[in-house]
């Protein structure tokens, strides 16, 4: 019975891991190369397991990457921004106040359908910069129509949604590392 889970759960996993939108990480790599080489810096943010995706990533570019990268995970920030601008609009906020031009924006909801993460595109949108998304669900998801390079997990299951994202975010990053 185990075998036969794992076995369902590996299959299900390797599928997604292959779909269409991981043949375009190619193109986040280039970007983030980019950032380093024009001296910008990367600011990264989810909710839940998607800000653990989106700081692990930030370590990684800095350290590995040898890319300035932040992501808003200070619990004092967070509560700050949530308690004057309302949660919906805390990260919208962070984002007009370490955003510098040519940053590249990566948000990262599952369902594509966070509403601080919708209104943190509009503010990176608004500050004129590259936003780039990673999302699952529903294929027409709100933020999937909002960056410039648009990743999409098709699941409905969180976990999935999230190893996916991890995974890609993490290989596109690889591959810029190796770039020189």
């Not at 027409?140 to 648009?150: A, T, V």
């Not at 999935?160 to 290989?171: A, D, G, N």
């Amino acid at each position: 019975m185990k075998k036969s889970y794992f076995s369902k759960y590996f299959d299900d996993l390797s599928i997604l891991l292959s779909g269409n939108d991981s043949n375009n990480l190619g193109e986040l790599s280039n970007e983030l190369v980019n950032i380093r080489r024009g001296k910008g810096k990367i600011i990264l943010a989810g909710n839940g397991g998607s800000a653990s995706i989106a700081s692990h990533a930030a370590v990684d570019l800095t350290k590995a990457g040898k890319i300035r990268a932040i992501n808003f995970n200070e619990p004092n920030l967070i509560t700050c921004f949530a308690n004057d601008f309302g949660y919906e609009n805390w990260l919208s906020e962070a984002i007009k106040a370490y955003a510098d031009s040519g940053d590249l924006i990566i948000l990262i909801s599952s369902s594509g359908q966070s509403k601080n993460i919708l209104n943190a595109a509009h503010a990176a949108e608004d500050l004129k910069l590259k936003i780039v998304t990673f999302s699952g669900f529903l294929e027409e998801n709100p933020l999937r129509k909002l960056g410039h390079l648009n990743y999409y997990a098709n699941s409905s299951s969180y976990n999935y949604v999230e190893m996916i994202h991890y995974i890609w975010l993490l290989s596109a990053i690889d591959l810029a590392i190796s770039i020189q």
